[in-house]
Nanobody, 127 residues
Framework: QVVLVESGGGLVQPGGSLRLSCAAS????????MGWFRQVPGKEREFVAG????????DYAELVKDRFTISADNAKNTVYLQMNMLSLEDTALYFC????????????????????WGQGTQVTVSS
């Protein structure tokens, strides 16, 4: 059974940092590319970052590029999202997701390319 559990969200001041974790079970993250998405109430869910199953490639939305870093620890079967220089606009519910197909990297920004999602972890940036 595939399960994704996010953690690490919370309240942080502008300019601060948080590290989100996504603990995966029921599959091996070194076979599936993974992604982080976020959603604000009333808006569509948007792509944040993706990492290739091999760890050799990453992709970031323009709004978070140079501030966020996605990484994976195969031994722990966990994907991380390090978020630095957080701004008010980063406030959202953050989800991790597993790609449908093993050993596939393209179209990582497309929500329908993912088949399992976590329950989300809330990130609130406020002074």
């Amino acid at each position: 059974q595939v399960v994704l559990v996010e953690s690490g969200g919370g309240l942080v001041q502008p300019g601060g940092s948080l590290r989100l974790s996504c603990a995966a079970s029921g599959f091996a993250i070194n076979r599936y590319s993974m992604g982080w998405f976020r959603q604000v109430p009333g808006k569509e869910r948007e792509f944040v970052a993706g990492i290739k199953w091999s760890g050799s490639n990453t992709d970031y939305a323009e709004l978070v590029k140079d501030r966020f870093t996605i990484s994976a620890d195969n031994a722990k079967n966990t994907v991380y999202l390090q978020m630095n220089m957080l701004s008010l606009e980063d406030t959202a519910l953050y989800f991790c997701a597993k790609r449908k197909d093993a050993y596939w990297w393209n179209m990582q920004r497309e929500e329908n390319e993912y088949d399992y999602w976590g329950q989300g972890t809330q990130v609130t940036v406020s002074s």
